[in-house]
């Protein structure tokens, strides 16, 4: 059974920096495309990051670039969002997902509930 399980979220100040970290089990994650989305309350959905299987591939909302990194350790079946600099307008529910590359695309803004594995979420809540 695969499961997806985020970690990492929390209350923090503007300015200050969190660590989010995606565990995927009950499947090969070196073959699995890895997306972090997020979403605020009353608000859509939306992909923030996106790293392809092999991890040579990396894509970023505009609103987070020069400020999160995405990263994936393949041995320890884990994704990484390292978040710096956070705003209040970060604060949402952080969701991790796994689609495998031979599914489609890498770039994760384009998908949906129903492509992939699916994290139960983090929150995280800057505070001003």
């Known amino acids: 059974q695969v499961q997806v399980v985020e970690s990492g979220g929390g209350l923090v100040q503007a300015g200050e920096s969190l660590r989010l970290s995606c565990t995927a089990s009950g499947l090969t994650f070196d073959v699995y495309n890895m997306g972090w989305f997020r979403q605020a309350p009353g608000k859509e959905r939306e992909g923030v990051s996106c790293i392809s299987w092999s991890g040579g591939s990396q894509y970023y909302i505009n609103s987070v670039k020069g400020r999160f990194t995405i990263s994936r350790d393949n041995a320890k079946n884990t994704l990484y969002l390292q978040m710096n600099s956070l705003k209040p307008g970060d604060t949402a529910m952080y969701y991790c997902?796994?689609?495998?590359?031979?599914?489609?695309?890498?770039?994760?803004?384009?998908?949906?509930?129903?492509?992939?594995?699916w994290g139960q979420g983090t929150q995280v809540t800057v505070s001003s």
């Open positions: 997902a796994a689609c495998h590359k031979a599914w489609g695309t890498w770039r994760c803004e384009t998908w949906t509930s129903k492509d992939g594995y």
